[in-house]
Nanobody
Framework: QVQLVESGGGLVQAGGSLRLSCAAS????????MAWFRQAPEKEREFVGA????????YYADSVKGRFAISRDNAKNTVYLQMNSLKPEDTAVYYCAARVGGRSARSDDYPYWGQGTQVTVSS
């Protein structure tokens, strides 16, 4: 079992940056693959990026590739989402998620979710 708490959301102008954090409870954080998803108003939840348990392997949605980066500090039980060159279309509630096993872009593969943090990008 793992509990996830996101932080770091807020209001930023287009072109700006934010770093989201996801703090996890539990002693086996390093065995979990971690992912970030987002959901904009009246839209379905969409995959943003995922990290293997080690953090060595990451992959991203095409919409954020080259702008967003996932990192993790297993000693601190925390995963990060660095978001650069933000666009108004990045506005959404961002969620982190965890699963035992490999990375996945499917939200159904993740049994553990945080409560989300709002990111708003103004034009």
């Amino acid at each position: 079992q793992v509990q996830l708490v996101e932080s770091g959301g807020g209001l930023v102008q287009a072109g700006g940056s934010l770093r989201l954090s996801c703090a996890a409870s539990g002693r086996t954080f390093s065995s979990y693959a971690m992912a970030w998803f987002r959901q904009a108003p009246e839209k379905e939840r969409e995959f943003v990026g995922a990290s293997s348990w080690s953090g060595v392997n990451t992959y991203y949605a095409d919409s954020v590739k080259g702008r967003f980066a996932i990192s993790r500090d297993n000693a601190k039980n925390t995963v990060y989402l660095q978001m650069n060159s933000l666009k108004p279309e990045d506005t959404a509630v961002y969620y982190c998620a965890a699963r035992v096993g490999g990375r996945s872009a499917r939200s159904d593969d993740y049994p553990y979710w945080g409560q989300g943090t709002q990111v708003t990008v103004s034009s």
